[in-house]
């Protein structure tokens, strides 16, 4: 008899730690569900990224930036940032931020000159050069590398870093604005060569490259292709 009752409060026991195991369970389970719902549709937000998607509704606000002061130069660089917000069907809204263009203001002379006539492509990086190729705040600026994107190359309806890249050359004041790569993948490094010229390192379809460029008129010097990797013998 009291056998009998040991074995009936031992099921009572485990059909208990059952149940509460099965309730955590399913608690568990309910809040990964809303995590994931809850990922999926927040709103998302995305640098440089510009959405060209003719078949999306897309809302998009243009604003101002932060100055950037060029040393050496009376000209000051205002970035020109496009908003976009906007959904799809399967990840909910997305909100992308990107670079459209730069202007360049000498509030002195009282003049304002944007670098691109449009505002249809995306400014992935620009960089300003001194004389020491490295970041000084005692150096002048003595020209602007960019990095552009100008078309949507690897047709996904977007205009981003994964696309072809057009590097581009600027005096510090915005003016002789110069494209002298076109069509490359990627921009490995550079280098200033004795204040004359700079020298560009850079991957196109698998094959790197070095380009010098002539830092008084953003003429190409010169352009030679990297050595291909060479498969030791067995």
């Known amino acids: 008899m009291e056998e009998s009752k ?7 026991f485990n059909s208990i730690i059952i149940a509460v195991v099965g309730i955590l369970a399913v608690i568990v389970l309910v809040f990964a569900i809303y995590m994931i719902y809850k990922e999926t549709n927040r709103n998302r937000y995305r640098h440089e990224i510009v959405n060209i998607d003719s078949q999306t509704n897309i809302e998009e606000n243009f604003r101002l930036g932060k100055v950037e002061y060029v040393k050496g130069s009376q000209s000051v ?3 020109l940032y496009s908003v976009q917000n906007f959904s799809l069907k399967y990840s ?3 909100s992308t931020t990107s670079t459209r263009n730069l202007l360049f203001s000498n509030m002195h002379s009282e003049t304002n000159k944007w670098l691109l006539p449009t505002n249809d492509f995306l400014i992935a990086s620009h960089r300003l050069i001194n004389e020491s190729n490295y970041y000084d705040r005692d150096k002048d600026i003595i020209t602007i590398l960019y990095q552009i994107v100008k078309n ?3 047709n996904d309806s977007r205009l981003t870093n994964n ?3 057009t590097v581009a050359f600027s005096e510090p004041t915005g003016n002789n604005y110069t494209e002298v790569i076109n069509n490359i993948d990627s921009v490995l490094g550079y280098d200033v060569l004795d204040k004359k ?3 560009i390192m850079f991957n196109r379809d698998g094959q790197g490259y070095t380009v ?3 830092i008084s008129n953003f003429a190409v010097k010169k ?3 990297l050595p291909i990797t060479v498969n030791k013998p067995d």
Request: avoid cysteine; proline fraction near 4%; charged fraction near 30%.
């Open 6 to 12: 040991l074995f009936k409060n031992i099921w009572r």
């Open 77 to 79: 660089i205002v970035p």
């Open 92 to 94: 909910g809204s997305k």
């Open 152 to 154: 949507d190359t690897n």
């Open 163 to 165: 696309d072809k890249l």
């Open 197 to 199: 010229a700079i020298a």
């Open 212 to 214: 010098y460029i002539d």
């Open 223 to 225: 352009e030679i292709a």
